[in-house]
Protein backbone atom coordinates (compact mmCIF):
# COMPACT_ATOMS: atom_id res chain seq x y z
CA UNK A 1 0.00 0.00 0.00
CA UNK A 2 1.51 3.01 -1.20
CA UNK A 3 0.60 6.45 0.83
CA UNK A 4 0.71 9.59 -0.91
CA UNK A 5 2.80 12.97 0.61
CA UNK A 6 -0.05 14.51 2.18
CA UNK A 7 -1.23 11.13 4.00
CA UNK A 8 2.09 10.00 5.11
CA UNK A 9 2.39 13.36 6.32
CA UNK A 10 -0.55 13.20 8.39
CA UNK A 11 0.50 10.11 9.59
CA UNK A 12 3.78 10.77 10.51
CA UNK A 13 2.44 13.49 12.26
CA UNK A 14 0.08 11.52 14.26
CA UNK A 15 2.77 8.98 15.46
CA UNK A 16 4.79 11.76 16.26
CA UNK A 17 2.39 13.16 18.42
CA UNK A 18 1.64 10.02 19.94
CA UNK A 19 5.55 9.43 20.86
CA UNK A 20 5.68 12.70 22.71
CA UNK A 21 2.88 11.77 24.59
CA UNK A 22 4.13 8.53 25.73
CA UNK A 23 7.44 10.00 26.50
CA UNK A 24 5.89 12.72 28.39
CA UNK A 25 4.86 9.80 30.69
CA UNK A 26 8.22 9.34 31.84
CA UNK A 27 10.21 12.36 33.85
CA UNK A 28 14.01 12.57 32.97
CA UNK A 29 15.25 12.51 36.58
CA UNK A 30 19.44 12.48 36.13
CA UNK A 31 19.96 8.99 35.06
CA UNK A 32 16.63 7.30 36.36
CA UNK A 33 13.07 7.45 34.98
CA UNK A 34 10.55 8.95 36.80
CA UNK A 35 7.18 6.72 35.81
CA UNK A 36 3.84 8.20 36.28
CA UNK A 37 0.96 6.37 36.99
CA UNK A 38 -1.66 6.69 34.61
CA UNK A 39 -5.22 5.49 34.83
CA UNK A 40 -8.11 5.52 32.23
CA UNK A 41 -11.88 6.74 32.85
CA UNK A 42 -14.76 7.71 30.90
CA UNK A 43 -16.56 10.94 31.44
CA UNK A 44 -19.58 9.93 32.56
CA UNK A 45 -23.36 11.34 32.63
CA UNK A 46 -23.29 12.30 36.71
CA UNK A 47 -19.79 14.27 35.45
CA UNK A 48 -20.88 16.43 33.39
CA UNK A 49 -23.47 19.57 33.64
CA UNK A 50 -26.24 20.54 31.09
CA UNK A 51 -23.72 21.67 28.03
CA UNK A 52 -21.96 17.92 28.15
CA UNK A 53 -18.69 19.21 29.74
CA UNK A 54 -17.22 17.97 32.35
CA UNK A 55 -18.26 19.38 35.85
CA UNK A 56 -15.36 20.85 37.45
CA UNK A 57 -15.94 18.86 41.09
CA UNK A 58 -16.09 15.80 38.82
CA UNK A 59 -12.55 15.70 38.52
CA UNK A 60 -11.70 14.94 42.03
CA UNK A 61 -13.36 11.64 41.99
CA UNK A 62 -10.98 11.10 38.75
CA UNK A 63 -7.90 12.25 40.84
CA UNK A 64 -8.62 10.13 43.80
CA UNK A 65 -8.85 6.75 41.86
CA UNK A 66 -5.68 7.92 39.86
CA UNK A 67 -3.80 8.43 43.57
CA UNK A 68 -5.77 4.93 44.58
CA UNK A 69 -4.64 2.97 42.08
CA UNK A 70 -0.95 4.42 42.28
CA UNK A 71 -0.76 3.78 45.85
CA UNK A 72 -1.92 0.08 44.85
CA UNK A 73 0.97 -0.36 42.45
CA UNK A 74 3.43 1.01 45.21
CA UNK A 75 2.13 -1.81 47.52
CA UNK A 76 0.16 0.78 49.63
CA UNK A 77 -3.02 0.03 49.35
CA UNK A 78 -5.52 1.24 52.22
CA UNK A 79 -5.45 -1.64 53.91
CA UNK A 80 -1.89 -1.60 54.18
CA UNK A 81 -2.02 2.09 55.02
CA UNK A 82 -4.53 2.69 57.22
CA UNK A 83 -4.00 -0.41 58.66
CA UNK A 84 -0.90 -1.45 59.00
CA UNK A 85 0.64 1.90 59.14
CA UNK A 86 -2.15 3.75 61.44
CA UNK A 87 -2.54 6.58 59.83
CA UNK A 88 -4.74 8.77 57.08
CA UNK A 89 -3.70 10.96 54.57
CA UNK A 90 -6.26 13.87 54.76
CA UNK A 91 -5.92 16.39 52.12
CA UNK A 92 -4.93 20.02 53.17
CA UNK A 93 -4.72 21.69 49.93
CA UNK A 94 -6.24 21.13 46.59
CA UNK A 95 -5.82 23.10 43.55
CA UNK A 96 -6.32 22.72 39.38
CA UNK A 97 -6.09 24.79 36.83
CA UNK A 98 -8.42 23.48 33.38
CA UNK A 99 -6.63 24.11 29.94
CA UNK A 100 -9.46 22.54 27.52
CA UNK A 101 -13.19 21.25 28.09
CA UNK A 102 -13.81 17.68 28.61
CA UNK A 103 -17.21 16.09 26.99
CA UNK A 104 -19.46 13.23 27.95
CA UNK A 105 -18.24 10.13 27.53
CA UNK A 106 -14.44 11.32 26.83
CA UNK A 107 -11.72 8.44 27.55
CA UNK A 108 -9.33 10.37 30.06
CA UNK A 109 -5.98 9.36 30.96
CA UNK A 110 -5.20 10.72 34.10
CA UNK A 111 -1.89 10.03 35.33
CA UNK A 112 -0.03 11.03 38.78
CA UNK A 113 2.87 11.25 40.39
CA UNK A 114 4.51 12.48 43.94
CA UNK A 115 6.26 16.20 43.14
CA UNK A 116 7.54 16.59 46.86
CA UNK A 117 7.84 14.76 49.72
CA UNK A 118 8.24 16.21 53.41
CA UNK A 119 8.07 15.23 56.86
CA UNK A 120 4.42 14.92 57.00
CA UNK A 121 3.03 15.67 54.21
CA UNK A 122 3.44 14.63 50.32
CA UNK A 123 2.33 16.52 46.99
CA UNK A 124 0.46 14.42 44.38
CA UNK A 125 0.64 16.53 41.02
CA UNK A 126 -2.09 15.06 38.56
CA UNK A 127 -2.31 15.44 34.17
CA UNK A 128 -5.49 15.05 32.45
CA UNK A 129 -5.28 13.84 28.74
CA UNK A 130 -8.12 12.97 26.51
CA UNK A 131 -7.31 9.30 25.49
CA UNK A 132 -4.26 9.52 22.53
CA UNK A 133 -3.88 13.54 22.50
CA UNK A 134 -1.37 15.35 23.85
CA UNK A 135 -3.24 18.65 24.87
CA UNK A 136 -3.75 18.88 28.97
CA UNK A 137 -6.96 18.81 29.55
CA UNK A 138 -6.33 19.91 33.18
CA UNK A 139 -3.43 19.80 35.55
CA UNK A 140 -3.74 19.51 39.54
CA UNK A 141 -1.69 19.31 42.91
CA UNK A 142 -3.17 17.46 46.29
CA UNK A 143 -1.02 18.46 49.34
CA UNK A 144 -2.22 15.12 51.24
CA UNK A 145 -0.79 15.18 55.40
CA UNK A 146 0.17 11.99 57.55
CA UNK A 147 -2.27 12.13 60.95
CA UNK A 148 -2.17 9.60 63.52
CA UNK A 149 -5.94 7.51 62.86
CA UNK A 150 -7.02 7.58 66.49
CA UNK A 151 -5.56 11.31 67.56
CA UNK A 152 -5.68 13.48 63.99
CA UNK A 153 -2.68 14.65 65.05
CA UNK A 154 -0.03 15.12 62.46
CA UNK A 155 3.04 12.63 62.24
CA UNK A 156 6.06 11.71 60.01
CA UNK A 157 5.14 10.00 56.74
CA UNK A 158 6.31 6.51 57.44
CA UNK A 159 9.68 5.32 55.66
CA UNK A 160 7.99 2.31 53.93
CA UNK A 161 5.37 5.18 52.40
CA UNK A 162 8.70 6.81 51.03
CA UNK A 163 10.28 3.75 50.22
CA UNK A 164 7.77 2.01 47.97
CA UNK A 165 6.45 5.59 46.62
CA UNK A 166 10.32 6.19 45.43
CA UNK A 167 9.72 5.43 41.91
CA UNK A 168 6.85 7.79 41.49
CA UNK A 169 8.46 10.66 42.93
CA UNK A 170 10.13 13.36 41.45
CA UNK A 171 14.17 14.48 42.25
Known amino acids: MELGVPAFALLLLSLTSNIQHLTSLLLP ?3 LCLMKHCIEER ?4 D ?9 GAYIRFFEIAETE ?10 VMFDELDIWLPRA ?5 FKRAARLDDLLEVCVY ?3 IGTRSLRLNFEVYRKGEPELIADAHFVLVAV ?4 FQTVPLPDILREKLAPFTAP
Open 29 to 31: TSN
Open 43 to 46: VRWG
Open 48 to 56: VDAASIIFY
Open 70 to 79: MFRAAGLSYS
Open 93 to 97: HLECD
Open 114 to 116: VGR
Open 148 to 151: QRDS
